[in-house]
């Protein structure tokens, strides 16, 4: 019998199917089976509800952003003028349409947001920055902050 070890109804074995999941998600399903210790079948089954109850959001590649032409890093502070549900929802249905962010994230503190962004160079931020960011509905300041080395970039989820 299978030991429950969390309240989202996941044992050890799901829990090692996510882990080795998350560090190679092109693991074949034998492959991926041997390395939990369960049938193919059982594997299959398992990976299947995982990904059907939104345990795994995907599975995709890791693309080198400098081979891309998206080298340089940079976050992004931003303040809005005013702490609304409002203004907030204004800015994330914005932020949204936006495809050069990659992540945006409300926070506590002197920011109401911060955003990752990929670009070029820092002449291609500055185009984005002047055209783009500051014309987001709401914004009354922005801080950024240029990337100089990445130190822990998409590191695996610790569980």
Do not use: W
């Not at 190679?24 to 995982?50: I, M, P, Q």
């Not at 609304?84 to 926070?107: G, N, W, Y």
């Amino acid at each position: 019998m299978e030991e429950s070890s969390t309240e989202n109804n996941l044992d050890r074995t799901d829990m090692r199917i996510l882990r080795h999941l998350q560090r190679d998600g092109r693991l074949s399903n034998a492959d991926l089976a041997k390395l939990v210790g369960v049938s193919a079948a059982t594997c299959h089954r398992r990976t299947e509800r995982l990904f059907r109850e939104g345990y795994v959001r995907g599975v995709h590649a890791a693309v080198a952003p400098k081979h891309v032409g998206r080298g340089a890093l940079v976050m992004v502070g931003v303040v809005l003028d005013r702490s609304t549900p409002e203004s907030f929802s204004a800015f994330e249905a914005a932020i949204r349409k936006l495809p050069f962010i990659l992540d945006c994230h409300l926070v506590a503190g002197d920011f109401d947001y911060f955003l990752k962004i990929r670009v070029r160079d820092m002449a291609d931020f500055n185009r984005l920055h002047g055209s783009q960011l500051i014309a987001l509905p709401g914004v009354r300041q922005t801080r950024t902050f240029f990337v100089m080395k990445e130190v822990v970039d998409g590191a695996a989820l610790d569980f």
